[in-house]
Protein backbone atom coordinates (compact mmCIF):
# COMPACT_ATOMS: atom_id res chain seq x y z
CA UNK A 1 0.00 0.00 0.00
CA UNK A 2 0.72 3.66 0.15
CA UNK A 3 2.60 5.45 3.09
CA UNK A 4 4.61 8.95 3.86
CA UNK A 5 7.13 9.09 6.39
CA UNK A 6 8.47 12.08 7.53
CA UNK A 7 10.91 13.63 10.35
CA UNK A 8 9.55 13.15 13.49
CA UNK A 9 9.91 16.97 15.14
CA UNK A 10 9.60 19.43 16.47
CA UNK A 11 11.98 21.37 14.30
CA UNK A 12 13.77 24.07 16.07
CA UNK A 13 15.28 26.77 14.14
CA UNK A 14 16.65 30.87 14.08
CA UNK A 15 15.29 33.30 12.03
CA UNK A 16 17.21 32.73 8.95
CA UNK A 17 18.71 29.68 9.05
CA UNK A 18 18.12 26.76 6.46
CA UNK A 19 15.73 24.26 6.44
CA UNK A 20 14.96 20.94 5.87
CA UNK A 21 12.04 18.65 6.65
CA UNK A 22 12.56 15.06 5.14
CA UNK A 23 9.80 13.08 3.57
CA UNK A 24 10.03 9.36 1.79
CA UNK A 25 7.26 7.81 0.29
CA UNK A 26 5.88 3.92 -0.47
CA UNK A 27 3.87 3.48 -3.94
CA UNK A 28 3.38 1.63 -6.96
CA UNK A 29 3.57 3.15 -9.96
CA UNK A 30 3.38 7.15 -10.24
CA UNK A 31 1.88 9.08 -7.35
CA UNK A 32 1.59 12.86 -7.22
CA UNK A 33 3.62 14.63 -4.05
CA UNK A 34 2.42 17.25 -1.62
CA UNK A 35 3.25 19.46 0.63
CA UNK A 36 0.92 20.86 2.85
CA UNK A 37 1.05 23.47 6.10
CA UNK A 38 -1.18 23.90 9.12
CA UNK A 39 -0.28 27.18 10.86
CA UNK A 40 -1.86 27.60 14.23
CA UNK A 41 -5.90 27.17 14.59
CA UNK A 42 -6.33 26.63 11.11
CA UNK A 43 -7.43 24.00 8.17
CA UNK A 44 -4.15 22.90 6.25
CA UNK A 45 -3.37 24.53 3.15
CA UNK A 46 -1.78 23.41 0.12
CA UNK A 47 1.93 24.68 0.07
CA UNK A 48 3.63 23.33 -3.11
CA UNK A 49 3.16 19.81 -5.47
CA UNK A 50 4.79 17.77 -8.26
CA UNK A 51 2.90 15.35 -10.20
CA UNK A 52 6.41 13.49 -12.13
CA UNK A 53 9.98 12.64 -11.27
CA UNK A 54 12.38 15.32 -11.34
CA UNK A 55 9.61 18.18 -10.77
CA UNK A 56 10.31 20.83 -8.49
CA UNK A 57 7.66 22.57 -6.48
CA UNK A 58 7.95 25.30 -5.57
CA UNK A 59 5.71 28.18 -3.35
CA UNK A 60 6.48 31.21 -0.30
CA UNK A 61 10.46 30.84 -0.75
CA UNK A 62 9.82 27.08 -0.25
CA UNK A 63 10.94 23.87 -2.71
CA UNK A 64 10.56 20.63 -2.88
CA UNK A 65 12.13 18.22 -5.57
CA UNK A 66 10.54 14.95 -6.35
CA UNK A 67 13.15 12.18 -6.60
CA UNK A 68 11.94 8.82 -8.13
CA UNK A 69 15.39 7.34 -7.32
CA UNK A 70 15.15 7.85 -3.65
CA UNK A 71 11.92 8.26 -2.99
CA UNK A 72 11.91 11.56 -1.40
CA UNK A 73 10.19 14.43 -1.65
CA UNK A 74 12.28 16.84 0.84
CA UNK A 75 11.19 20.41 1.83
CA UNK A 76 13.54 22.86 2.08
CA UNK A 77 13.49 26.75 2.27
CA UNK A 78 16.88 28.92 2.13
CA UNK A 79 15.60 30.95 5.36
CA UNK A 80 12.79 30.88 7.57
CA UNK A 81 10.92 33.97 9.30
CA UNK A 82 9.11 33.21 12.58
CA UNK A 83 5.70 33.50 10.55
CA UNK A 84 6.88 29.89 8.86
CA UNK A 85 5.99 28.32 12.53
CA UNK A 86 3.36 26.12 11.69
CA UNK A 87 3.15 22.14 10.66
CA UNK A 88 4.05 20.64 7.92
CA UNK A 89 2.61 17.44 6.12
CA UNK A 90 3.94 15.45 3.43
CA UNK A 91 1.33 13.35 1.39
CA UNK A 92 0.98 11.77 -1.73
CA UNK A 93 -2.14 10.65 -4.43
CA UNK A 94 -1.33 7.39 -6.13
CA UNK A 95 -4.12 7.76 -9.29
CA UNK A 96 -7.19 7.58 -6.59
CA UNK A 97 -9.25 9.18 -4.61
CA UNK A 98 -7.72 9.76 -1.59
CA UNK A 99 -4.50 11.46 -0.27
CA UNK A 100 -1.67 9.72 2.26
CA UNK A 101 -0.43 11.45 4.93
CA UNK A 102 2.37 11.60 7.07
CA UNK A 103 2.43 12.41 10.51
CA UNK A 104 3.16 16.00 10.14
CA UNK A 105 6.54 17.75 11.46
CA UNK A 106 5.81 21.16 13.72
CA UNK A 107 8.63 23.64 12.86
CA UNK A 108 9.13 26.71 15.62
CA UNK A 109 11.04 29.40 14.13
CA UNK A 110 12.63 31.60 16.89
CA UNK A 111 13.47 35.30 16.31
CA UNK B 1 -16.69 32.99 -1.21
CA UNK B 2 -16.12 31.45 1.58
CA UNK B 3 -14.38 28.35 0.31
CA UNK B 4 -14.82 25.40 2.63
CA UNK B 5 -16.62 26.01 6.19
CA UNK B 6 -17.25 23.25 9.26
CA UNK B 7 -19.81 23.66 11.74
CA UNK B 8 -19.82 23.49 14.85
CA UNK B 9 -15.89 24.68 16.06
CA UNK B 10 -16.19 22.80 19.02
CA UNK B 11 -18.68 20.20 21.00
CA UNK B 12 -18.59 18.56 24.41
CA UNK B 13 -20.49 15.29 23.63
CA UNK B 14 -21.11 12.20 26.32
CA UNK B 15 -20.36 8.69 25.66
CA UNK B 16 -23.44 7.59 23.93
CA UNK B 17 -24.87 10.95 22.52
CA UNK B 18 -24.99 11.50 18.93
CA UNK B 19 -24.30 14.77 16.54
CA UNK B 20 -23.62 15.95 12.91
CA UNK B 21 -20.47 18.01 11.72
CA UNK B 22 -21.75 19.85 9.25
CA UNK B 23 -19.30 20.97 5.95
CA UNK B 24 -20.12 23.14 3.23
CA UNK B 25 -18.56 24.42 0.28
CA UNK B 26 -19.22 27.31 -2.84
CA UNK B 27 -16.65 26.23 -5.22
CA UNK B 28 -18.65 23.59 -6.99
CA UNK B 29 -16.14 20.86 -5.74
CA UNK B 30 -17.27 17.36 -7.14
CA UNK B 31 -14.83 15.35 -4.30
CA UNK B 32 -15.22 16.20 -0.61
CA UNK B 33 -13.66 14.68 2.26
CA UNK B 34 -13.68 13.94 6.03
CA UNK B 35 -10.55 13.50 8.24
CA UNK B 36 -9.78 13.22 11.11
CA UNK B 37 -6.41 14.45 13.01
CA UNK B 38 -4.80 12.78 15.72
CA UNK B 39 -1.21 13.74 17.45
CA UNK B 40 1.58 12.36 16.20
CA UNK B 41 -0.57 10.75 13.47
CA UNK B 42 -1.35 12.98 10.53
CA UNK B 43 -4.87 13.02 8.95
CA UNK B 44 -6.61 9.91 8.47
CA UNK B 45 -9.56 9.41 5.88
CA UNK B 46 -12.85 8.38 7.45
CA UNK B 47 -15.09 8.77 4.25
CA UNK B 48 -15.47 10.70 1.18
CA UNK B 49 -17.73 11.56 -1.81
CA UNK B 50 -16.92 11.92 -5.39
CA UNK B 51 -20.24 13.55 -6.13
CA UNK B 52 -23.67 14.15 -5.10
CA UNK B 53 -25.30 11.21 -4.07
CA UNK B 54 -21.95 8.72 -3.58
CA UNK B 55 -20.35 7.92 -0.28
CA UNK B 56 -17.12 5.92 0.35
CA UNK B 57 -15.49 4.40 3.07
CA UNK B 58 -11.62 5.58 4.04
CA UNK B 59 -9.19 4.67 6.31
CA UNK B 60 -10.87 4.51 9.67
CA UNK B 61 -14.84 4.50 9.02
CA UNK B 62 -16.35 2.31 11.70
CA UNK B 63 -18.33 4.49 14.17
CA UNK B 64 -19.44 7.24 11.54
CA UNK B 65 -21.55 7.65 9.32
CA UNK B 66 -21.94 9.94 6.23
CA UNK B 67 -24.20 11.81 3.28
CA UNK B 68 -24.51 14.28 0.44
CA UNK B 69 -27.86 15.02 -0.42
CA UNK B 70 -26.41 17.99 -1.90
CA UNK B 71 -23.27 18.67 -3.92
CA UNK B 72 -22.07 21.83 -1.53
CA UNK B 73 -22.71 19.93 1.62
CA UNK B 74 -20.73 16.85 3.11
CA UNK B 75 -22.62 15.59 6.77
CA UNK B 76 -20.37 13.29 8.98
CA UNK B 77 -22.95 11.86 11.84
CA UNK B 78 -21.39 9.96 14.77
CA UNK B 79 -24.69 7.71 16.29
CA UNK B 80 -23.22 7.03 19.90
CA UNK B 81 -20.02 8.80 20.69
CA UNK B 82 -16.95 7.73 22.07
CA UNK B 83 -14.09 8.73 23.74
CA UNK B 84 -12.02 6.89 21.21
CA UNK B 85 -13.40 10.04 18.71
CA UNK B 86 -12.05 13.00 20.49
CA UNK B 87 -10.24 14.15 17.42
CA UNK B 88 -9.77 17.14 15.38
CA UNK B 89 -12.32 16.90 12.55
CA UNK B 90 -11.10 18.05 8.99
CA UNK B 91 -13.56 18.49 5.82
CA UNK B 92 -11.94 19.16 2.46
CA UNK B 93 -12.76 19.71 -0.87
CA UNK B 94 -11.48 19.06 -4.17
CA UNK B 95 -12.31 20.02 -7.71
CA UNK B 96 -10.09 16.82 -9.34
CA UNK B 97 -8.65 13.84 -7.09
CA UNK B 98 -5.63 15.87 -6.10
CA UNK B 99 -5.25 19.13 -4.58
CA UNK B 100 -7.65 19.40 -1.82
CA UNK B 101 -8.97 22.70 0.32
CA UNK B 102 -9.33 22.41 3.81
CA UNK B 103 -11.77 23.95 6.86
CA UNK B 104 -10.66 25.23 9.70
CA UNK B 105 -11.76 21.87 11.95
CA UNK B 106 -14.36 20.81 14.32
CA UNK B 107 -12.65 19.38 17.70
CA UNK B 108 -14.69 17.27 19.31
CA UNK B 109 -14.24 16.27 23.16
CA UNK B 110 -16.45 13.23 23.96
CA UNK B 111 -16.52 12.32 27.75
Known amino acids: GNSVTQMEGPVTLSEEAFLTINCTYT??????LFWYVQYPGEGLQLLLKATKADDKGSNKGFEATYRKETTSFHLEKGSVQVSDSAVYFCALNNAGNMLTFGGGTRLMVKP | NAGVTQTPKFRVLKTGQSMTLLCAQDMNHEYMYWYRQDPGMGLRLIHYSVGEGTTAKGEVPDGYNVSRLKKQNFLLGLESAAPSQTSVYFC??????????FGPGTRLLVL
Open chain 2, 92 to 101: ASSPTQETQY
Open chain 1, 27 to 32: ATGYPS
